[in-house]
């Protein structure tokens, strides 16, 4: 197995990727990894990685590519100027590889928008699916997880694109979680049929004509509270919607392990209290950061591409690569296709 | 002043309604209650309130009131069967006191959708106002807190609706938090001029275009995020992203709480610790659940409407009283009415 790395666009530079690459490498030592980026500085990250990273050196193959996407470029300038990007490169090495071998699965810790973009028009999409979506799992009371999508990729989505990311949650759901009828609902401001938008109810009608032939179990609507309940594996909502959950639930949880240090920290018992709890409070702060330390994948097109968190640390980075060769193995990309060739005509 | 309270509705049942208004009334010494419901339970209850808080029972009026509106009743059922329920009998007693001494504001722990409903058609809105929006404030990294609206009294919110919860917000911070020029974002998946759906450009471009005469600080897109940073005042959004991001904000909350209470006891320094902890936890669980401690304003209505979280225990319930009192005597009503008749034009 090959996987594309673009070695540019975390915000932590190319020693954490390269560092993430190789702890992912130590973890797959069949795999190979094609590194996208500055060829010098790869090299000099690569002869830097300490024992038993450094061995995983042999493994990958640089292909230089000096140019690349900066945080805020918007898609509009990627598709007109970004040909030559490292995340271009990485992308188009899935399917017409450029002087270099192919490979199974990209992964970027870029520019979301741009990576949405370039994605479509280098990988293209599956036959049924016009945009891809992005979808993360998300930790749950119970320790399970649950895949909210779309997280961004398409806003103003209209019903029948709710119905392909439901589909496709619950593709993910089965392929790499082995869950036989994944759990799937759609957000909503209410569990009651009368409640919502035009596009959530036409979006509810069309899955419930699907009837017996689909291949999950349809829960209703549920609330932005159950996400955490531990009861849904797929929770299905516009673009819009999921980014603004993901976000906040971000920033509420940074906020929540800030607070809870804080209180430990005011008194002197608190001080006791907060030492002790440290090795704690640092789990819960990795768990409750799904994105930094599970990926996001990008669903419905032809090939497997996660993006990995902007702002990841070697370890998330090499979460998003593992995330990538599941995927890969699960051969997810064709299953989905078999799927959503499938069923979409069932619910028109 | 008077306020008028709807003593069914509340998950906990009238016991934690009384209990809440009878703490309000001793802080507020010079306000009296109007209790609609069941007139003997109510009656019943005030005899129980233990010292201090009996002495407030003689700044209570039972208005007797035997329907109520269920939990799971409809907005549509409310508005066709529900005109002698606790709920419509209390709004009803803000402006045409059926029997009663009028009363100054109105707080209810009962059924969203129905409250809004009764609320439009039994007080009306402000003139500019089609529907009333939903705010509660959020606390946030920093201390401050930021008020974010709609909630989900609006679902497909066209932009000039946008722009009216904008200015709402930014009267509330002015009134009841005495901020002078309130700054006040609008949410978006990213911060970048080209982002986000159709409705949201055109409501920054509506905004962008009241300049000068704007009361607040406008501060472009937001994320997510953005909201426990601290450094917004208000947020603004469609109620049904709204709604999503409150209502999974506070299921985070109360996972990540568990999951530290749960941390703490695992193991036998945990357990210590877990002991140790368990006051700043509990103060924590209580500030960062942000409806059950503060209350929502129901915002563009001719009257102040305050809704308590429906789990509410009395102390909640009690907040949301005070909530309703300070909004009173801040007349945000009347200065939102002159805000909204003012400005809006000057943004078409």
């Known amino acids: 197995m090959r996987i594309a790395i673009d070695v540019m666009g975390g915000d932590l530079g190319p020693p954490a990727i390269i560092g993430g690459v190789a702890k992912a490498a130590c973890l797959h030592p069949n795999a190979q990894f094609l590194l996208f980026g500055p060829s010098r500085q790869i090299t000099a990250e690569l002869s830097r990685l300490p024992q038993p990273l450094a061995a995983a050196a042999s493994r990958m193959v640089v292909c230089d590519a000096t140019q690349f996407v900066s945080p805020d470029a918007s898609a509009a300038w990627a598709l007109?100027?970004?040909?030559?990007?490292?995340?271009?490169?990485?992308?188009?090495?899935?399917?017409?590889?450029?002087?270099?071998?192919?490979?199974?699965?990209?992964?970027?810790?870029?520019?979301?928008?741009?990576?949405?973009?370039?994605?479509?028009?280098?990988?293209?999409?599956?036959?049924?699916?016009?945009?891809?979506?992005?979808?993360?799992?998300?930790?749950?009371?119970?320790?399970?997880?649950?895949?909210?999508?779309?997280?961004?990729?398409?806003?103003?989505?209209?019903a029948?694109?709710?119905?392909?990311?439901?589909?496709?949650?619950?593709?993910?759901?089965?392929?790499?979680?082995?869950?036989?009828?994944?759990?799937?609902?759609?957000?909503?401001?209410?569990?009651?049929?009368?409640?919502?938008?035009?596009?959530?109810?036409?979006?509810?009608?069309?899955?419930?004509?699907?009837?017996?032939?689909?291949?999950?179990?349809?829960?209703?609507?549920a609330e932005g509270g159950d996400l955490f309940q531990g009861y849904l594996d797929v929770l299905v909502c516009d673009g819009f919607v999921g980014n603004a959950v993901l976000k906040s639930s971000e920033g509420l949880a940074r906020m929540l392990v800030e607070r809870v240090q804080a209180t430990f920290e005011s008194r002197l018992t608190g001080r006791l209290v907060g030492f002790l709890a440290r090795p704690a409070l640092k789990r819960l702060k990795q768990e409750l950061d799904p994105v930094r330390y599970n990926g996001a994948s990008l669903l419905g097109l032809s090939r497997t591409v996660v993006k990995s968190h902007g702002a990841s640390h070697a370890d998330g980075f090499c979460y998003a690569v593992v995330r990538a060769i599941d995927e890969v193995t699960q051969t997810l990309p064709e299953r989905l296709a078999q799927r959503l060739v499938q069923l979409p005509r069932r619910c028109e």
């Open 160 to 221: 029948q694109r709710l119905v392909e990311f439901a589909l496709m949650g619950a593709v993910v759901a089965q392929c790499v979680d082995g869950i036989a009828r994944p759990r799937v609902a759609l957000l909503n401001v209410g569990v009651e049929a009368t409640k919502g938008g035009r596009v959530v109810r036409e979006a509810d009608a069309l899955i419930r004509s699907m009837g017996e032939a689909s291949l999950f179990d349809y829960q209703g609507y």
């Open 80 to 158: 007109r100027h970004g040909q030559q990007t490292s995340m271009a490169r990485m992308l188009r090495s899935l399917v017409h590889p450029d002087g270099v071998p192919g490979a199974d699965a990209g992964v970027s810790a870029g520019n979301t928008a741009a990576l949405v973009a370039l994605a479509r028009r280098e990988i293209g999409t599956l036959p049924t699916v016009t945009r891809p979506a992005i979808s993360t799992s998300i930790p749950t009371r119970n320790g399970r997880h649950c895949y909210l999508l779309d997280l961004g990729a398409n806003v103003d989505s209209p």
